[in-house]
């Protein structure tokens, strides 16, 4: 079984200062690991994924998160955020074999000029 | 390269109708996935299929719904006697091989019943 929770549903960050969206997954086997950015009635779109390897993951937009699996958490940062970068973020968990992705509830990121 | 082809964006049914929702994998992809997204939820899996065949549709709820994915076209979601529940963003992804590869998402579509 896996599941994903993403801690806060609304964030709210100023400009250019750091974004970090929370979360934290559960997983039987060795888990990969994706966030995905959903701006208003679009798709999904990839921002970064951990499947093996290097624990830092760098994605696009200067979005990078860390696959920490003592605290089986896999959390977003950005060091400095755009008012472009207001969006819904999904974080979401699959298993090699399994093929369905499993995501959070989202958070909503609000940038404060 | 087009990427996932989902139409209608936006679809209205009245309640007992049947809605008919599409979608064209990225060119090369065999894989295709299909989410429901409720308002204020994240995705739900539903159902995947590979070309003629649904490997995965524990997702889907028993009633009413059916997916397809024939050998030439798009792929199908069909929901019959539609009603106010279903209301919600429908995507479909695909992946050029499954087992965690990346999954591209089209851009959805937004069922109405009224």
């Known amino acids: 079984a896996q599941s994903v929770t993403q801690l806060g549903s609304h964030v709210s960050v100023s400009e250019g200062a750091l974004v970090l969206l929370r979360c934290n997954y559960s997983?039987?086997?060795?888990?990969?690991l994706f966030w995905y950015v959903q701006y208003p009635n679009q798709g999904l779109q990839l921002l970064l994924k951990?499947?093996?390897?290097?624990?830092l993951v760098k994605g696009i937009n200067g979005f990078e998160a860390e696959f920490k699996k003592s605290e089986t958490s896999f959390h977003l940062t950005k060091p400095s955020a755009h008012m472009s970068d207001a969006a819904e973020y999904f974080c979401?968990?699959?298993?090699?074999?399994?093929?369905?992705?499993?995501f959070g509830t989202g958070t909503r990121l609000t940038i404060i000029p | 390269n087009a990427g996932v082809m989902q139409n209608p964006r936006h679809l209205v049914r009245r309640r007992g109708q049947e809605a008919r929702l599409r979608c064209s994998p990225m060119?090369?992809?065999?894989?295709v996935y299909w989410y429901r997204q409720l308002p204020e939820e994240g995705l739900k899996f539903m159902v995947y299929?590979?070309?003629?065949?649904?490997?995965?549709e524990s997702g889907m709820p028993k009633e009413r719904f059916s997916a397809e994915f024939p050998k030439e076209g798009p792929s199908i979601l069909r929901i019959q006697q539609v009603v106010r529940g279903d209301s919600a963003a429908y995507f479909c992804?695909?992946?050029?091989?499954?087992?965690?590869?990346?999954?591209?998402f089209g851009q959805g579509t937004r069922l109405t019943v009224v």
């Open positions: 299929l590979q070309k003629e065949n649904i490997i995965d």
């Open positions: 997983s039987s086997v060795p888990p990969y």
């Open positions: 979401a968990v699959t298993q090699v074999g399994n093929e369905k992705l499993t």
């Open positions: 951990y499947t093996t390897g290097a624990t």
């Open positions: 992804a695909s992946s050029s091989q499954g087992g965690g590869a990346e999954a591209f």
């Open positions: 060119k090369g992809h065999s894989h």
